[in-house]
T-cell receptor, first 114, second 116 residues
Framework: EAGVTQSPTHLIKTRGQQATLRCSPI?????VYWYQQALGLGLQFLLW???????NRGNFPPRFSGRQFPNYSSELNVNALELEDSALYLC?????????????FGSGTRLTVV | AQKITQTQPGMFVQEKEAVTLDCTYD???????LFWYKQPSSGEMIFLIY??????QNATEGRYSLNFQKARKSANLVISASQLGDSAMYFC?????????????FGTGTRLQVTL
């Protein structure tokens, strides 16, 4: 069974540009979660998508947005990039019907804003 | 609102010794799940162990066990017989099992260094 896949692995962007990060969940998982992990810090919740809808978002500005496609894959878009957006962005997937089921994480996209 | 606290930024342990990583939590939901993840330097998050709030027994998975003390709201991870490969960041996380929120909330992590 394929795990959660994220692309690209690394991304370098200039301040003010837009970045698009992609995530494919495990087959059968309908929920996708995005987290930001700045260097040396913990995981900050960004967004939760389930069945194509945004269900919850963390305390991030509107320039962080995303969507979930009919095949449950997801995109995270970051507009007007700022230097402090440099971080590891982790995607995770899970089933919705059993919350005792944990998340399975991808390997992350490391975004560097210069 | 749910909250996870890990008070140990860093820990050292000698190879083959046991180590306990602390985690306390706060939630108003009577039904919740507690998780521990390992994050090596490569960045991926690896699931280690799960404890449900209504589970009577402490969870164990190989060399990992979870010391769950519900009244004290603590869920400490115990790693027995530490190995050099255990050197990593360890995150405690909680998920409320009822209500509309479904996200995992993470603590700030503990960096474990296993020495010879």
């Amino acid at each position: 069974e394929a795990g959660v896949t994220q692309s690209p692995t690394h991304l370098i962007k200039t301040r003010g540009q837009q970045a698009t990060l992609r995530c494919s969940p495990i087959s059968g998982h309908t929920s996708v979660y995005w987290y930001q992990q700045a260097l040396g810090l913990g995981l900050q919740f960004l967004l939760w998508y389930d069945e194509g809808e945004e269900r919850n978002r963390g305390n991030f500005p509107p320039r962080f947005s995303g969507r979930q496609f009919p095949n449950y894959s997801s995109e995270l878009n970051v507009n007007a990039l700022e230097l402090e957006d440099s971080a590891l962005y982790l995607c995770a997937s899970s089933v919705t019907w059993d919350r005792s089921y944990g998340y399975t994480f991808g390997s992350g996209t490391r975004l560097t804003v210069v | 609102a749910q909250k996870i606290t890990q008070t140990q930024p860093g820990m050292f342990v000698q190879e083959k010794e046991a180590v306990t990583l602390d985690c306390t939590y706060d939630t108003s939901d009577p039904s919740y799940g507690l998780f521990w993840y390992k994050q090596p330097s490569s960045g991926e998050m690896i699931f280690l162990i799960y404890q449900g709030s209504y589970d009577q027994q402490n969870a164990t998975e190989g060399r990992y066990s979870l010391n769950f003390q519900k009244a004290r709201k603590s869920a400490n991870l115990v790693i027995s017989a530490s190995q050099l490969g255990d050197s990593a960041m360890y995150f405690c996380a909680m998920r409320e099992l009822t209500g509309t929120a479904s996200k995992l909330t993470f603590g700030t992590g503990t960096r474990l260094q296993v020495t010879l």
